[in-house]
């Protein structure tokens, strides 16, 4: 427990769960405390230092947002805006940001409202630690709380409290002008920027290491062409100060500053460190076209929210050997994932699996290559069919290749074929593996397309399978 003097007295800053459960709270005269619990540990408060605590913690926060800031003593600001989906939602958003500040023992509740008084009030007074306030719903969301959720000074807490005013809904519908006059116009400010009738602007913080580039504008633009334009200077900005620092962006936030207050962010990335102003510029203008600029844009900033070193290299020395260099897919593999989502581009590795769909799996493009490979000298289909599909054969046991085969009622005449190769189950993962094996063969038919076909069983002992037929891949 930590205390403070208010100039006449030492009162309680800030308690932990387990005086809270001993009936202590922050605002309580510190001698009230001690006379209710003799041996109480207490220090000093530091403001200063929770402060600067504070906004690093808000500056950490910028992983989540390209604006954050501090609401001292002991709360948070994230402008979420256009930054949920990447994270899978609003909802998986929240909880993950708990988790993580749960997992350096802070404790933490948190809501997401379409104003930021609303997602004050959610926050701090709903018997939920995690709401996400549906969008249209917030005057809802907010009636049934205390006056406290308002952010009103105690005095005028306890002025309307005296009143019979004790829940937002007692105010929330009643006429400005008397509310005004008999309670000044705090309550009424505070009450319309909870509902969203006043814009209520976030000042967001920025660590000085963050690489950041900001341009206002005298007139407000609007259009694709002068976004294009800014964008290029912007990068190339941002690219000089990450080149003196000898730093490459690895996430990029382009936060459009409208003239209504509101904010349109969009976010790119890189797979690895890069400086290249021209690249950089290409992948925001790419997604341009989620922009909505509403009435116009005051000012766009360029923020790297996430950077790793990158220090020059020494390139190939191909020219004096007359061939080309090699090319560096890194800029085709960031297009492709800021066009098409991270998801949807990976590439095929090994595993240690002899099982055809299990020897592979998903990486990342540019991830390092693996230590398992694939046999050699034995060639696999360039797509596997999951699960393999059933196939009609005429073939004779026990080791010949088949001479036709029918799939989805087509049939095909087998002209060359090779094999078999024998591919046992992995015994050790059950018992109905523990003996089975399948006979592969890569078949070619009439019409020269090539398909990689196998039998359940070796045709002798019928505890290795079943001797049914299947289509696994095509080459």
């Known amino acids: 427990m930590t205390f403070l003097h208010d100039g006449r007295r030492q009162i309680i800053a800030a308690v932990n769960a387990s005086a809270r459960g001993l009936g202590l709270h922050a605002g309580m005269p510190l001698a009230h405390a001690r006379a209710l619990i003799r041996e109480l540990s207490v220090e000093p408060a530091t403001l200063a230092q929770d402060a600067s605590a504070l906004a690093e913690l808000a500056a950490w926060c910028l992983r989540f947002s390209p604006f954050t800031g501090a609401d001292g003593p002991d709360g948070l600001w994230i402008d979420a805006t256009g930054c949920t989906h990447l994270f899978g939602g609003e909802a998986q958003l929240l909880a993950h940001l708990v988790e993580r ?272 490979s694939w046999p050699a000298g034995l060639p696999r289909p360039s797509r596997l069919l999951s699960p393999p599909q059933p196939i009609e054969t005429l073939a004779m046991l026990p080791d010949q290749p088949p001479a036709m085969f029918i799939w989805r009622r087509v049939r095909h005449r087998i002209r060359r074929a090779d094999g078999p190769e024998r591919i046992q189950a992995e015994w050790w993962r059950n018992e109905r593996e523990m003996r089975a094996s399948r006979d592969y063969w890569q078949v070619e038919d009439q019409d020269g397309r090539r398909y990689w076909l196998y039998r359940s069983g070796d045709g002798v002992d019928p505890d290795t399978g079943d001797i049914s037929w299947y289509l696994h891949g095509f080459f």
């Not at 104003?115 to 995690?130: C, F, K, M």
């Open 101 to 372: 500040l749960m997992g350096v023992g802070i404790a933490a509740r948190a809501a997401i409202a379409d104003t930021p008084g609303a997602a004050w009030a959610v926050a701090r007074h709903a018997p939920d630690s995690l709401h996400v306030v549906p969008p249209g719903q917030t005057t809802d969301a907010i009636r049934l709380l205390s006056l406290a959720a308002l952010r009103l000074p105690a005095e005028l807490i306890e002025k309307l409290s005296r009143l019979g005013f004790d829940q937002i809904d007692q105010v929330i519908d009643a006429p400005r002008g008397p509310l005004t006059l008999r309670f000044g116009a705090e309550l009424v400010r505070r009450l319309d920027q909870a509902t969203g009738r006043l814009f209520e602007p976030l000042v967001p913080v920025l660590p000085p290491e963050i690489v950041a580039e900001r341009l206002p504008f005298v007139e407000p633009i609007s259009t694709a062409e002068a976004f294009v334009s800014v964008i290029a200077t912007l990068a190339r900005n941002v690219c000089e100060e990450l080149e003196r620092r000898s730093l490459g962006a690895r996430q990029l936030d382009l936060v459009f500053e409208r003239v209504d207050g509101s904010h349109q962010i969009i976010r790119v990335g890189a797979a690895r460190p890069a400086r290249d102003p021209r690249h950089l510029a290409r992948m925001l203008d790419e997604r341009i076209d989620q922009v909505d600029p509403g009435l116009g844009i005051d000012a766009m900033q360029l923020v790297v929210t996430l950077a790793d070193p990158l220090n020059f290299t020494q390139g190939s020395a191909s020219l004096l050997q007359d061939r080309p260099c090699d090319p560096d897919i890194a800029i085709l593999v960031d297009r492709l994932v800021n066009r098409l989502g991270a998801g949807k581009v990976y590439r095929f590795a090994a595993c240690e699996s002899d099982v055809p769909e299990r020897s592979v799996r998903r990486v990342a493009p540019l991830s390092p290559p693996t230590k398992a």
